[in-house]
């Protein structure tokens, strides 16, 4: 198996990950040679290579990593792209279809409402965050004396409000920050996808050169509620 390299700087890297491809290669050729012995002649006397497993699926880790960071007008337009109006739609049940074209028609119909749908959770999820943030500082406001404070979770629990902390957490982070900006709440996108590029969705929202750019989407989509 290959060794690892210790050395974090982009030239040693690159040299460490050519290595790796290098033998990846060497390996894939020698499995089709093999392959085509065993067809043509009944047998082979070849010998399979090491395949670097491990380093390469931590090469496929760093490359997806690094395609899924998006910053400034890239992580803008993704957003954009999220957006769609919320409207009131149900979605159609099955019937005896007569076309193709019938039924590919309530297909697209069918994704619009999933999107709808996705929107409608995800601005519903910041709702939340924003009633569990103001439920928390209330809770540990000291004018408050409501008997909880610094105990918040307790307080969810006497009352039966079944949420994991984990959740309620997240949720209460995402109001925080991103509650006030009304085309969120449009956004067809999973929490948890939001919750993973939430840093880099802050550092783009605090980028006064970004902000004062004047392009007309990113006026559409910053505009607080």
């Not at 690892?4 to 990950?17: D, L, R």
């Not at 939430?198 to 392009?215: A, H, S, Y």
Request: aromatic share 10%; charged share 20%.
């Amino acid at each position: 198996m290959a060794s690892h390299s210790n050395s974090n700087t982009p030239g040693a890297n690159a040299i460490h990950n050519t290595e790796i491809l290098t033998q990846c290669d060497h390996y894939a050729e020698t499995i089709l040679k093999i392959t085509c012995d065993i067809r043509n002649q009944g047998f082979t006397s070849r010998v399979i290579p090491d395949f670097p497993k491990t380093s390469f699926l931590a090469m496929m880790d760093d490359t997806k990593k690094t395609r899924n960071a998006l910053t400034g007008e890239e992580l803008h337009n993704y957003l954009y792209s999220k957006l769609i109006n919320l409207d009131t739609l149900t979605m159609p049940t099955p019937e005896a279809f007569t076309t193709l074209a019938n039924i590919v028609n309530k297909l697209h119909e069918g994704l619009r409402i999933l999107k709808n749908a996705h929107a409608k959770v995800f601005g519903c999820s910041l709702v939340y965050g924003q009633w569990l943030q103001m439920s928390f500082e209330y809770i540990n406001n000291p004018s408050k004396k409501s008997g909880y404070r610094n105990n918040w979770k307790q307080r969810l629990s006497d009352n039966n409000i079944c949420i994991k902390d984990r959740q309620a957490r997240t949720l209460r982070s995402l109001a925080k920050k991103f509650y006030k900006y009304r085309r969120f709440h449009s956004l067809s996108i999973p929490v948890s996808e939001f919750w993973n590029k939430r840093k880099e969705i802050d550092t783009m929202l605090q980028n006064p050169r970004l902000l004062l750019t004047g392009w007309a989407m990113i006026l559409r989509l910053l505009l607080p509620l």
